[in-house]
Each structure stands twice: as C-alpha cells, then as structure tokens.
C-alpha cells in the first residue's frame, strides 16, 4: 500500500486524537490555559449589583445583593417551561460545578429567576432545579417584581409569546450575567457557553481579578 | 424547503415532518437497481435463469427499507440535531445493516456485467481487496466523527446528506470484500473474511472510547441542542460511546459466525466429495 493512501487516514486518526484530547484537557479547573480565547464576554462598564427583593423556592425574602455576598454569582433570567435556552444553560454549569474541586464550587452562586411566574410557582421551580443541582437557588416574585428586577439588570424584560395551539412561551434574555465576589457584575456568558467552557470560567471568577 | 434531517434550533416534538429528498433518495436507489438488473439482464444474466431470485430481491427490499427507516423521521431527525445515541444508532444502521442487506441482493451476475479491463469492473475489484476496503471504511468512520466535521456537517440538510451518504458508502464498501456476490470479483478466503472482519471492529474503539470516556461533551451539536426528555448531554454522549461498541460489535461478530459456518459446510462437502472420489477409485 502506498504511502499517499495511507495518509488521508493516519492524519484523519491524528486529529481525532488531538481533538478528543483537547475536549478531555480544557474542563480541568485552573488549568494553565486561563489565558485562553474566553467564552465570558467583559461588561465595559461593570455595574454593582442591585438589592432587588424577590422570594426563594422556600417562600422566603431573598434580597438579591446581602443574601449574595461575597460569592461569584452568577444570575439567569429564564423560565421553567422554556424549551431550549434554560435548561441547557441550567445543566452546563451544573455539569461543570459537578466536575470542579468543592472548595471552588462552594464560592459559586447560582440564582434562576423566573420570567413567567404565572406558571413557575415556587414547588415547580424547586422540583425543576433540582434536576441540574439542588444548590441552586430558585427566585420568583410578582410579574411587576420580576420585571424591575430585570430592569435593574439593565435588561429587557421577559414577553409572552403566544403561540396557537401551544402552551405559551416566554421571550427572554439569553446569557447568564456574572458577577464576582466584589459584587460587580463583570462579565456576561452567552448561549452557547459549553460545559468545558464553563469549567474554565468559573475558576477564573472565582479568582477575579487574579488568576485561578 | 425541508428536504433531508438536519439540526434544527427548536425543541424536539414527536410531530411527523416531511423528508421528500429521503424519499427520493430511497426510491432512486430502488428504481436505479431494479431499472439495471431489467437493462442488463437480457445480456449478462444466465440463461434459464431467474435474473433476480426472489430471495435476492427480499434482501435488496429489506436493505432499502432500513435505509428509509434510518434516515427519515424521526431517526433520521433526532440523529442530526438531537441525540448523540441516535446519531450512532444511525451510523451502525447505515454501516453494518444497510449495506449488507443490499449487497446480499445483487445477484452474482451483476458485477461481471461490468467488464474487468473498465473502470467499474476496476474498481469493484480494487475495493475487495481488504486493506483498501479497510482504510476507506475506518477514514470513513473517522472523519465523520471528527467535532468540527459533525458540528459543521449536521447544520445543514445538504452537509448533513453528505454525512449519510459516506457512512452508506463506507458501510458497503466494508462489507464488499466479505458479500461480494462473485468468486471472481473477491477472492478473499473464508478465514481472512473472519481476520478482515474482526479487524473492522479495532478502529471503532478510537471514537466510541473517547465518546465513553470524556469528561465534557465532544459536540458543541449536541450540548446545546434542546434537550429531549430531559437526557443530559454527558449520558447520551457515554451512551453513544456504549452503543457503538455494544451494538456494532455483535453484529459483527454474526457476521463473522455466519462466514466460519459457511467456510465449514464447504469444508465439509469437499471432503465428502473427495471420500465419494477415493471410494470410486479402483484399490491399487
């Protein structure tokens, strides 16, 4: 056999390899690659983070910024209902908190905030956190409370999609907004933001501003 | 227009949706076999002869039938952009079912139709040689497999379709070395049939180890799809890892039992017909 027919397939192998590599080698926490391309993109103008009060799956006041402090936080806006963004969002950072040493994961704060409270009632919320991590902390509130809140995130808020012949949907913003332990929020990670990805980033927030 | 199953950015539902590039795929594949035998035959088949035996035909039917049902809906649509399990389940349909369901129809005139001095009958050949089928089918199986390809391919219903039809091709070139229908098109032994085949299950550790073993998904296709029935990413990528060996590999190693039994019923009757040649023979 000559060598050029070989090739194609040695070469095809190789870069098999170096991929699957690559995909086993970036989720290490602190790994030396924290000066990588990064999936979080920087707020330029970081913002501090807003007391909004809303109520946790227990029924109890959550006062955003006091019941956070001094913890990476990272706050999602989403719905229990929703299709595609949330949960996939939801079960990569638990996939990545999962795979990260504990005292690394234990300085992380994840807060869900509903945007549909009509049908997230606490018991709902609780249960569907559950299935990525029951760390996670769960938040809803009055339509109006949910709304300022996101306002205060200087986000758009949350709309109701009807859709006929379907249960309604919710447009909402898409990426998880996280802030550091100094209380600002800093960066924001899109949709899209793999479990690898994540499992670089966290460590890197945690450390803010050094490294991990 | 949605002609061939390719990752798309909503939730899965379990609503039927057209594939009509599918059924044309299929039908072609159909109409171009049945089409040929009926041109060829007056010329090639032997006289007397049915030019396909209804055994034959069985084979080729049932090979298009698992080809339909391993790229339409909803197979064909929940391994583009859904599952990584059913994306393997997919590519061990198109490699080690399909293809040998349709190899097992072509009857054993065919491929002499083709004459051996022309680039067909080269080519038909050339691909019987183990070595040559081996490495197209594990480049085959790599490339395909590879992230950026799948992650790329499978966006689109045209890169998508190209992923289908190499693990076709692939598929039927690996089996072509051990089904093809004449003696003088392949002239692998029975026992290098089994060496050939059980050398045809060694490349496929490669992306079903990777797959099991990873700490993070491999696909940035099947991480951010909409989750179906809430499968978390990492188990269907394990599950697929799984599947690609737990699955492939018996079907395999039936093969390879199918190929050592038939190499001992010949074994049998030469002996046989070698003790009625001595026992005919007058004692010296």
Redesign the interface.
Known sequence: ?KTT??L??LL??A???C??CE??R??SAGTPEAGGESAAREYPNPRPKPNFLLTDTEGRPFPFRDSTEGSMTLLFFGYTHC??VC??HM??IA?ALH?LPDNVARQVKVVFVTTDPERDTPQVIRAWLD?FDKRFIGLTGTQAEVDSAQVAMRLPPAYREDIPGAPYQVGHSAHVIAFTKDGMARFALP??T???EW?QEIPRLVAYPGQP | MTWWCAARDVAWTWTWQAYPGVWLFVLGIGAGFFLTIRRLAPRHAPPGQLPLRRGEAAWFVGGLVMLWVATDWPIGALGAGYLLTVHTAQWILYTLVVPPLLLLGIPAWLPLAAAPGSRTGRLLRVLARPVVALLITDAILIASHLPPVVDGFRRSQFGSFTVDLAWLVGGLVMWWPVLAPNPAISRVSYPWKIGYLFLSTLVPIVPAAFLTYADYPLYALYELAPRVNGIAAITDQQAAGLIMKAVADPIIWLAMAIVFFRWQRVEEAADRAERARRGGEPSS
């Open positions: 056999m027919k070989l194609p397939a095809a192998m870069l098999l390899v991929t699957a995909a086993r970036a989720p299709p595609d949960p996939v079960a990569n996939a795979k299935h949709f899209g793999r479990q690898s499992a």
